[in-house]
């Protein structure tokens, strides 16, 4: 048995040896097609990268307090169970938030849920005007820099 194996081992070292250098071989020719593929992807092109730019839309919400008294503004942001109130002072304009969409900017009705306007100065539960459901055309509509600016103007009338 043992001349057996020394005769297999005299008669197929070659062939490994043979076998293993052409495996050997293949393989950095392999590798060396992969990296000047790689190579050729960060060639400098004359036209220079893409630019993607994304079809988004901005909205700005005011509120334009044109009444003598001064104002908290409770807003429930649409598709959340989320509100936030911010003070608008008599006789000014206040920004209440802000919203983005994809395509066109998103109007009132889409942001806003519900807005309530309670009285500053007066610590009263029960606000002066509830607006239910937003409706887009009480809206003044006019263009930011780089955002759709949607004002709505409340008198002393609509707080009566």
Same mark, same amino acid.
């Given at each position: 048995?043992?001349?057996? *194996?020394?005769?297999?081992? #005299?008669?197929?070292? &070659?062939?490994?040896? /043979?076998?293993?250098?052409?495996?050997? #071989?293949?393989? #950095?020719? *392999?590798?060396? *097609? @992969?990296?000047?593929?790689? *190579?050729?992807?960060?060639?400098?092109?004359?036209?220079?990268?893409?630019?993607?730019?994304? !079809?988004? %839309?901005?909205?700005?919400?005011?509120?334009?307090?044109?009444?003598?008294?001064?104002?908290?503004?409770?807003?429930?942001? %649409?598709?959340?169970?989320?509100?936030?109130? @911010? %003070?608008?002072?008599? +006789?000014?304009?206040?920004?209440?938030?802000?919203?983005?969409? /994809?395509?066109?900017?998103? !109007? !009132?009705?889409?942001?806003?849920?519900?807005?309530?306007?309670?009285?500053?100065?007066?610590?009263?539960?029960? &606000?002066?005007?509830?607006?239910? !459901?937003?409706? +887009?055309?009480?809206?003044? @509509?006019?263009?930011?820099? +780089? %955002?759709?600016?949607?004002?709505?103007? /409340?008198?002393?009338?609509?707080?009566?």
């Amino acid at each position: 048995m043992a001349y057996f *194996l020394f005769v297999y081992s #005299k008669l197929f070292k &070659p062939i490994l040896i /043979i076998a293993n250098s052409i495996n050997m #071989k293949s393989v #950095k020719l *392999l590798f060396l *097609l @992969v990296f000047v593929t790689s *190579l050729v992807g960060c060639l400098d092109t004359t036209n220079g990268p893409e630019v993607i730019t994304e !079809p988004s %839309a901005r909205s700005n919400y005011y509120i334009v307090n044109q009444t003598e008294s001064d104002l908290n503004v409770t807003y429930e942001i %649409a598709f959340q169970n989320m509100d936030s109130t @911010v %003070a608008v002072f008599a +006789d000014s304009t206040t920004k209440i938030c802000e919203a983005g969409d /994809i395509g066109s900017s998103p !109007p !009132p009705s889409s942001a806003l849920e519900k807005l309530s306007f309670f009285e500053m100065s007066n610590n009263n539960t029960s &606000p002066l005007l509830t607006i239910q !459901p937003i409706v +887009d055309e009480n809206w003044g @509509v006019s263009g930011e820099e +780089d %955002a759709t600016r949607f004002e709505l103007v /409340i008198t002393t009338e609509d707080i009566k």
